[in-house]
Protein backbone atom coordinates (compact mmCIF):
# COMPACT_ATOMS: atom_id res chain seq x y z
CA UNK A 1 0.00 0.00 0.00
CA UNK A 2 1.27 3.40 -0.98
CA UNK A 3 1.24 5.91 1.90
CA UNK A 4 3.57 8.35 1.26
CA UNK A 5 3.77 10.20 -1.99
CA UNK A 6 6.67 12.08 -3.18
CA UNK A 7 5.14 15.38 -6.16
CA UNK A 8 7.51 16.62 -8.79
CA UNK A 9 6.66 19.98 -10.22
CA UNK A 10 8.92 22.14 -12.58
CA UNK A 11 7.13 24.60 -14.48
CA UNK A 12 4.21 26.30 -14.01
CA UNK A 13 1.42 24.55 -15.87
CA UNK A 14 3.33 21.36 -13.69
CA UNK A 15 1.79 23.22 -10.59
CA UNK A 16 -1.99 23.46 -12.18
CA UNK A 17 -1.94 19.83 -12.97
CA UNK A 18 -0.80 18.61 -9.43
CA UNK A 19 -2.64 21.37 -7.32
CA UNK A 20 -5.89 19.08 -7.60
CA UNK A 21 -4.01 16.10 -6.81
CA UNK A 22 -3.06 17.53 -3.97
CA UNK A 23 -5.97 19.27 -2.43
CA UNK A 24 -7.86 15.80 -2.87
CA UNK A 25 -4.47 14.03 -0.62
CA UNK A 26 -5.42 16.67 2.31
CA UNK A 27 -9.58 15.97 1.86
CA UNK A 28 -8.58 12.23 2.15
CA UNK A 29 -6.03 13.05 5.04
CA UNK A 30 -9.20 14.98 7.01
CA UNK A 31 -11.50 12.21 6.22
CA UNK A 32 -8.72 9.57 8.27
CA UNK A 33 -6.70 7.84 5.39
CA UNK A 34 -3.03 7.43 6.27
CA UNK A 35 -1.49 9.06 2.86
CA UNK A 36 0.71 11.74 2.87
CA UNK A 37 2.87 13.57 0.26
CA UNK A 38 5.99 16.15 -0.24
CA UNK A 39 6.30 19.00 -3.31
CA UNK A 40 9.51 18.81 -4.47
CA UNK A 41 9.74 22.18 -6.87
CA UNK A 42 12.61 21.46 -9.48
CA UNK A 43 13.18 25.68 -9.84
CA UNK A 44 12.78 24.69 -13.87
CA UNK A 45 11.19 27.61 -14.38
CA UNK A 46 11.64 30.91 -12.47
CA UNK A 47 8.44 33.43 -12.49
CA UNK A 48 7.48 35.67 -10.27
CA UNK A 49 4.04 34.45 -10.62
CA UNK A 50 5.41 31.63 -9.05
CA UNK A 51 5.92 33.35 -6.33
CA UNK A 52 3.48 32.94 -2.92
CA UNK A 53 0.19 34.67 -4.91
CA UNK A 54 0.54 31.70 -6.95
CA UNK A 55 0.66 28.93 -4.27
CA UNK A 56 -2.41 31.18 -2.79
CA UNK A 57 -4.79 31.51 -6.22
CA UNK A 58 -4.55 27.14 -6.40
CA UNK A 59 -4.58 27.26 -2.73
CA UNK A 60 -1.34 24.75 -2.46
CA UNK A 61 1.25 25.13 0.04
CA UNK A 62 4.33 25.59 -0.87
CA UNK A 63 6.70 23.33 -1.78
CA UNK A 64 8.81 21.23 0.46
CA UNK A 65 12.23 22.26 -1.25
CA UNK A 66 12.77 24.34 -4.96
CA UNK A 67 15.68 22.22 -6.17
CA UNK A 68 16.58 25.76 -7.73
CA UNK A 69 18.04 24.12 -11.02
CA UNK A 70 16.89 26.38 -13.35
CA UNK A 71 19.24 28.27 -16.13
CA UNK A 72 21.58 26.75 -18.36
CA UNK A 73 21.17 24.86 -21.48
CA UNK A 74 18.75 21.52 -21.33
CA UNK A 75 21.56 19.39 -21.09
CA UNK A 76 22.91 21.31 -17.97
CA UNK A 77 19.19 21.85 -16.67
CA UNK A 78 18.53 18.00 -16.76
CA UNK A 79 21.68 17.56 -14.82
CA UNK A 80 21.60 19.61 -12.37
CA UNK A 81 18.13 18.76 -11.22
CA UNK A 82 18.82 15.08 -11.22
CA UNK A 83 22.23 15.67 -9.31
CA UNK A 84 19.76 17.64 -6.68
CA UNK A 85 16.64 15.37 -6.79
CA UNK A 86 19.17 12.28 -6.50
CA UNK A 87 20.66 13.95 -3.19
CA UNK A 88 16.76 14.75 -1.89
CA UNK A 89 15.38 11.27 -2.76
CA UNK A 90 18.37 9.14 -0.94
CA UNK A 91 17.39 11.30 1.71
CA UNK A 92 13.72 11.13 2.24
CA UNK A 93 12.25 7.98 1.66
CA UNK A 94 8.87 7.65 -0.15
CA UNK A 95 6.62 5.20 -1.95
CA UNK A 96 6.15 6.73 -5.08
CA UNK A 97 7.39 9.36 -7.02
CA UNK A 98 4.43 11.45 -9.08
CA UNK A 99 5.52 13.40 -12.33
CA UNK A 100 3.18 15.25 -14.60
CA UNK A 101 3.29 16.14 -17.99
CA UNK A 102 6.22 16.58 -20.71
CA UNK A 103 8.77 18.88 -19.30
CA UNK A 104 12.62 18.30 -18.34
CA UNK A 105 11.68 17.91 -14.64
CA UNK A 106 9.37 14.98 -15.55
CA UNK A 107 12.10 13.08 -17.29
CA UNK A 108 14.88 13.94 -14.89
CA UNK A 109 13.09 12.98 -12.11
CA UNK A 110 11.58 9.60 -13.68
CA UNK A 111 15.41 8.74 -13.79
CA UNK A 112 16.73 9.35 -10.66
CA UNK A 113 14.07 7.70 -9.08
CA UNK A 114 13.89 4.43 -11.11
CA UNK A 115 17.92 4.38 -10.90
CA UNK A 116 16.98 4.22 -7.04
CA UNK A 117 14.62 1.54 -7.35
CA UNK A 118 11.80 3.75 -6.58
CA UNK A 119 8.33 3.54 -8.29
CA UNK A 120 6.96 6.10 -10.34
CA UNK A 121 3.56 7.48 -11.67
CA UNK A 122 2.96 9.35 -14.38
CA UNK A 123 -0.18 11.68 -14.94
CA UNK A 124 -0.60 12.72 -18.35
CA UNK A 125 1.32 9.85 -19.79
CA UNK A 126 0.68 8.66 -23.65
CA UNK A 127 0.41 11.99 -25.11
CA UNK A 128 2.27 11.75 -28.32
CA UNK A 129 2.35 14.66 -31.00
CA UNK A 130 5.00 12.11 -33.06
CA UNK A 131 7.39 15.24 -33.81
CA UNK A 132 10.61 14.21 -32.69
CA UNK A 133 11.51 17.85 -33.39
CA UNK A 134 9.73 18.96 -30.02
CA UNK A 135 11.90 18.26 -26.50
CA UNK A 136 8.73 17.67 -24.81
CA UNK A 137 8.12 14.37 -26.87
CA UNK A 138 11.43 13.20 -26.17
CA UNK A 139 10.45 14.07 -22.22
CA UNK A 140 7.48 12.19 -22.79
CA UNK A 141 8.80 9.00 -24.15
CA UNK A 142 11.56 7.94 -22.06
CA UNK A 143 9.14 9.06 -18.99
CA UNK A 144 6.87 6.60 -20.02
CA UNK A 145 9.45 3.95 -21.27
CA UNK A 146 10.24 2.99 -17.96
CA UNK A 147 7.20 4.33 -15.27
CA UNK A 148 5.17 1.96 -13.31
CA UNK A 149 1.95 3.51 -13.59
CA UNK A 150 0.49 5.51 -15.97
CA UNK A 151 -2.14 8.10 -15.35
CA UNK A 152 -4.32 9.02 -18.85
CA UNK A 153 -6.39 11.76 -19.99
CA UNK A 154 -7.61 10.38 -23.17
CA UNK A 155 -8.37 6.21 -24.36
CA UNK A 156 -6.02 7.37 -27.26
CA UNK A 157 -3.56 7.83 -25.18
CA UNK A 158 -3.93 3.94 -23.54
CA UNK A 159 -3.52 2.44 -26.90
CA UNK A 160 -0.18 4.44 -27.56
CA UNK A 161 1.13 2.81 -24.69
CA UNK A 162 -0.61 -0.38 -25.46
CA UNK A 163 1.58 -0.26 -28.60
CA UNK A 164 4.94 0.71 -27.29
CA UNK A 165 4.42 -2.39 -24.87
CA UNK A 166 3.07 -1.38 -21.63
CA UNK A 167 1.01 -3.75 -19.66
CA UNK A 168 -2.41 -2.24 -19.77
CA UNK A 169 -2.83 -3.18 -16.46
CA UNK A 170 -0.60 -0.59 -15.17
CA UNK A 171 -3.07 1.87 -17.54
CA UNK A 172 -5.58 4.08 -15.86
CA UNK A 173 -8.04 5.89 -18.07
CA UNK A 174 -8.56 8.85 -15.60
CA UNK A 175 -9.16 11.74 -17.43
CA UNK A 176 -7.49 15.22 -17.33
CA UNK A 177 -6.44 17.08 -13.67
CA UNK A 178 -5.57 20.29 -15.85
CA UNK A 179 -9.69 20.63 -16.25
CA UNK A 180 -10.06 19.85 -12.48
CA UNK A 181 -8.56 23.22 -11.61
CA UNK A 182 -9.94 25.07 -14.27
CA UNK A 183 -13.52 23.84 -13.14
CA UNK A 184 -12.60 24.22 -9.58
CA UNK A 185 -11.99 28.25 -10.14
CA UNK A 186 -13.77 29.06 -13.20
CA UNK A 187 -15.86 31.03 -10.52
CA UNK A 188 -12.72 32.74 -8.92
CA UNK A 189 -11.21 34.12 -12.61
CA UNK A 190 -10.07 37.48 -11.81
CA UNK A 191 -10.41 40.65 -13.41
CA UNK A 192 -7.18 41.56 -14.60
CA UNK A 193 -5.72 45.11 -14.34
CA UNK A 194 -5.58 45.40 -18.01
CA UNK A 195 -9.07 44.76 -18.86
CA UNK A 196 -9.78 48.60 -17.82
CA UNK A 197 -6.41 49.71 -19.02
CA UNK A 198 -7.17 48.61 -22.49
CA UNK A 199 -10.88 49.04 -22.36
CA UNK A 200 -11.52 45.44 -23.52
CA UNK A 201 -14.90 44.00 -23.95
CA UNK A 202 -16.16 40.76 -23.59
CA UNK A 203 -15.74 39.06 -27.29
CA UNK A 204 -14.46 42.11 -28.69
CA UNK A 205 -10.76 40.76 -28.28
CA UNK A 206 -8.51 38.05 -29.08
CA UNK A 207 -5.55 36.13 -26.89
CA UNK A 208 -2.19 35.35 -28.85
CA UNK A 209 0.61 33.26 -27.06
CA UNK A 210 3.69 32.01 -29.16
CA UNK A 211 6.46 30.30 -27.24
CA UNK A 212 7.85 27.49 -29.52
CA UNK A 213 10.94 28.41 -31.29
CA UNK A 214 9.72 27.50 -34.58
CA UNK A 215 7.45 30.85 -34.07
CA UNK A 216 9.43 33.50 -32.05
CA UNK A 217 12.69 32.53 -33.19
CA UNK A 218 12.29 33.07 -37.05
CA UNK A 219 12.55 36.74 -36.84
CA UNK A 220 10.73 37.52 -40.79
CA UNK A 221 8.28 34.64 -40.28
CA UNK A 222 7.33 36.24 -36.73
CA UNK A 223 6.90 39.79 -38.11
CA UNK A 224 4.55 38.09 -40.81
CA UNK A 225 2.62 36.32 -38.57
CA UNK A 226 2.06 39.34 -36.67
CA UNK A 227 1.23 41.40 -39.38
CA UNK A 228 -1.19 39.04 -40.92
CA UNK A 229 -3.15 38.58 -37.71
CA UNK A 230 -3.68 42.07 -37.57
CA UNK A 231 -4.72 42.30 -41.42
CA UNK A 232 -7.20 40.00 -41.06
CA UNK A 233 -9.06 40.61 -37.03
CA UNK A 234 -11.11 43.07 -38.39
CA UNK A 235 -9.69 45.79 -36.30
CA UNK A 236 -10.19 43.63 -32.95
CA UNK A 237 -7.29 44.29 -30.95
CA UNK A 238 -4.87 41.00 -30.19
CA UNK A 239 -4.39 40.79 -26.28
CA UNK A 240 -0.50 39.06 -26.27
CA UNK A 241 0.73 37.99 -23.04
CA UNK A 242 4.64 37.74 -24.20
CA UNK A 243 7.83 36.17 -22.50
CA UNK A 244 10.54 38.45 -22.42
CA UNK A 245 12.84 37.13 -24.82
CA UNK A 246 10.56 37.15 -27.30
CA UNK A 247 9.91 40.46 -26.92
CA UNK A 248 13.22 41.20 -27.48
CA UNK A 249 12.99 39.52 -30.64
CA UNK A 250 10.01 42.11 -31.41
CA UNK A 251 12.20 45.19 -30.18
CA UNK A 252 15.02 44.00 -32.30
CA UNK A 253 12.82 44.05 -35.26
CA UNK A 254 11.49 47.45 -34.67
CA UNK A 255 7.63 45.71 -34.33
CA UNK A 256 5.33 48.02 -33.46
CA UNK A 257 1.48 48.03 -33.65
CA UNK A 258 -1.79 49.54 -32.00
CA UNK A 259 -3.62 46.37 -32.63
CA UNK A 260 -1.16 44.13 -30.87
CA UNK A 261 -1.10 44.75 -27.40
CA UNK A 262 1.86 43.15 -25.69
CA UNK A 263 1.40 42.63 -21.96
CA UNK A 264 3.21 41.00 -18.96
CA UNK A 265 2.60 37.28 -18.71
CA UNK A 266 -0.81 36.87 -15.65
CA UNK A 267 -1.49 34.96 -13.05
CA UNK A 268 -3.85 32.10 -13.83
CA UNK A 269 -6.77 33.31 -12.55
CA UNK A 270 -5.90 36.69 -14.66
CA UNK A 271 -5.24 34.57 -17.97
CA UNK A 272 -8.26 32.54 -18.04
CA UNK A 273 -10.51 35.41 -17.40
CA UNK A 274 -9.49 36.47 -20.40
CA UNK A 275 -9.58 33.31 -22.37
CA UNK A 276 -12.99 32.69 -21.13
CA UNK A 277 -14.16 36.46 -22.37
CA UNK A 278 -12.04 36.10 -25.65
CA UNK A 279 -13.65 35.99 -28.86
CA UNK A 280 -10.62 33.36 -29.94
CA UNK A 281 -7.38 32.26 -28.75
CA UNK A 282 -4.42 31.41 -30.95
CA UNK A 283 -1.46 29.68 -29.42
CA UNK A 284 1.12 27.05 -29.78
CA UNK A 285 0.94 25.59 -26.19
CA UNK A 286 -0.61 22.61 -25.89
CA UNK A 287 -2.54 22.79 -22.45
CA UNK A 288 -3.96 26.46 -23.86
CA UNK A 289 -6.16 24.18 -26.20
CA UNK A 290 -7.58 21.92 -23.52
CA UNK A 291 -8.55 25.15 -21.29
CA UNK A 292 -10.57 26.81 -24.69
CA UNK A 293 -12.05 23.17 -25.44
CA UNK A 294 -13.30 23.21 -21.71
CA UNK A 295 -14.44 26.69 -22.20
CA UNK A 296 -15.77 26.53 -25.54
CA UNK A 297 -13.41 29.10 -26.82
CA UNK A 298 -12.69 29.02 -30.80
CA UNK A 299 -8.76 28.14 -30.86
CA UNK A 300 -6.14 28.23 -33.47
CA UNK A 301 -3.00 25.87 -33.10
CA UNK A 302 0.20 27.41 -34.68
CA UNK A 303 1.84 23.98 -35.05
CA UNK A 304 2.14 21.49 -37.54
CA UNK A 305 0.82 18.26 -34.60
CA UNK A 306 -0.58 18.44 -31.26
CA UNK A 307 -0.25 15.69 -28.91
CA UNK A 308 -3.83 16.50 -27.91
CA UNK A 309 -5.88 15.48 -31.14
CA UNK A 310 -9.38 15.24 -28.95
CA UNK A 311 -8.96 19.16 -28.83
CA UNK A 312 -9.32 18.85 -32.60
CA UNK A 313 -11.81 15.83 -32.88
CA UNK A 314 -13.65 16.68 -29.83
CA UNK A 315 -13.10 20.46 -29.33
CA UNK A 316 -12.71 23.91 -30.45
CA UNK A 317 -9.64 23.64 -31.46
CA UNK A 318 -7.95 23.42 -35.14
CA UNK A 319 -4.30 22.82 -35.85
CA UNK A 320 -3.63 25.49 -39.09
CA UNK A 321 0.37 25.09 -39.31
CA UNK A 322 3.38 27.68 -39.06
CA UNK A 323 2.31 29.11 -42.58
CA UNK A 324 1.30 32.70 -41.92
CA UNK A 325 -0.71 32.54 -45.16
CA UNK A 326 -2.80 30.07 -43.19
CA UNK A 327 -4.50 32.39 -40.38
CA UNK A 328 -7.39 33.72 -43.26
CA UNK A 329 -8.91 31.60 -44.23
CA UNK A 330 -9.44 29.90 -40.60
CA UNK A 331 -10.06 33.93 -39.65
CA UNK A 332 -13.13 33.87 -42.36
CA UNK A 333 -14.36 31.11 -40.70
CA UNK A 334 -14.77 32.44 -37.31
CA UNK A 335 -16.18 35.95 -38.27
CA UNK A 336 -18.61 34.34 -40.14
CA UNK A 337 -19.61 32.45 -37.09
CA UNK A 338 -19.11 29.32 -38.33
CA UNK A 339 -16.49 27.95 -36.01
CA UNK A 340 -17.28 24.65 -34.79
CA UNK A 341 -19.21 24.57 -31.30
CA UNK A 342 -16.91 21.31 -30.13
CA UNK A 343 -17.64 19.51 -26.78
CA UNK A 344 -16.00 18.23 -23.69
CA UNK A 345 -13.87 14.91 -24.25
CA UNK A 346 -14.95 11.84 -21.66
CA UNK A 347 -14.16 12.12 -17.97
CA UNK A 348 -12.90 15.90 -18.52
CA UNK A 349 -15.13 16.12 -15.86
CA UNK A 350 -13.47 17.32 -12.40
CA UNK A 351 -12.80 14.23 -10.97
CA UNK A 352 -9.76 13.07 -12.48
CA UNK A 353 -7.70 13.29 -9.23
CA UNK A 354 -9.75 12.20 -6.97
CA UNK A 355 -9.65 8.83 -9.38
CA UNK A 356 -6.03 8.96 -9.18
CA UNK A 357 -5.31 9.48 -5.84
CA UNK A 358 -8.03 6.19 -4.95
CA UNK A 359 -5.55 4.48 -7.21
CA UNK A 360 -2.87 4.94 -6.07
CA UNK A 361 -3.65 4.41 -2.40
CA UNK A 362 -4.94 0.38 -3.56
CA UNK A 363 -1.67 -0.04 -5.22
Known amino acids: MIKHITIIAGARPNFVKIAPIIHIILKKQQGGLDI ?3 LI ?14 FEQLEIPIP ?11 AEQ ?19 VLVVGDVTSTMACTIVARK ?27 TDSISNYFFTTTKLANKNLITEGVNK ?45 ANVDQE ?15 GLPIIFPVHPRTKKILLRLGFDSEKIKMIDPLSYLEFNFLVKSSLAVITDSGGITEETTVLGIPCFTIRKNTERP ?49 IIYKL
Open 116 to 142: LNVKVAHVEAGIRSRDLTMPEEINRMI
Open 220 to 234: KKLKKLLNTLIDSTH
Open 169 to 213: ENIFFVGNTMIDTLLKFKIKFKKPKVWDDLILKEKKYLILTMHRP
Open 310 to 358: ETVSVGTNEIIGTNPDNIRPYMKILFEHNWKKGGIPELWDGNTAKRIVE
Open 36 to 38: NYS
Open 64 to 74: DINLEAGGGTQ
Open 78 to 96: TALIMVRFEKYLTQHLTDL
Open 41 to 54: HTGQHYDKKMSGDF
